[in-house]
């Protein structure tokens, strides 16, 4: 799922993509690239759209995103054998490995606290806390340490109250 999310916009970039995919993995071997491409727009959007409720510690998906997801959960109808699981008896149905849509949709819906962007190097992850604003790759472990010594030794360094220092 990052993978798609961070893609480039670029066509070329998209259909090589596709071709190291293995051949199960349903539609998105059998799009176009341009399709593909939508497809990851769409996935940041719903990204950046996350990101920003969990941010502000809201739930409730509204907007764009919640058209995009609507639309991702709609792509095939629950009748459709290959496409979803149906348990008439309990009355639950899940994505099947051929609805990829449905599948993120439900992994973006599922995690929306834990949906980040890097403030390092700009690149979507999936936090492994909330709190989290870095991914880890090295260069941004090494940033975010960097970044906390920093802090650490201004703190350390700054003069404190009601004491002088000598």
């Not at 916009?9 to 259909?15: H, Q």
């Amino acid at each position: 799922m990052q993978g798609l999310a961070n893609l480039p916009d670029s066509l070329e970039v998209v259909a090589s993509f596709q071709k190291i995919l293995p051949r199960e993995s349903g539609e998105f071997v059998r799009i176009a690239p341009e399709q593909l491409q939508e497809f990851c727009g769409e996935l940041r959007a719903v990204w950046n759209a996350l990101e920003k409720l969990a941010s502000e510690n809201k739930k409730l998906v509204r907007g764009e995103a919640q058209s995009i997801l609507h639309g991702w959960w709609r792509k095939y109808p629950l009748k459709d054998g290959p496409h979803w699981n149906v348990y008439f008896e309990t009355g639950t149905f899940f994505p099947a490995l051929m609805n990829w849509r449905a599948l993120i949709a439900r992994v973006c819906f599922d995690n929306r606290d834990k949906l980040g962007i890097c403030k390092n190097c700009k690149k979507y992850f999936i936090k492994r806390r909330t709190d989290s604003s870095i991914c880890l790759e090295k260069g941004c472990r090494l940033y975010d340490n960097l970044q906390r010594q920093r802090k650490h030794q201004e703190k350390k360094n700054a003069p404190r109250k009601g004491r002088e220092r000598a």
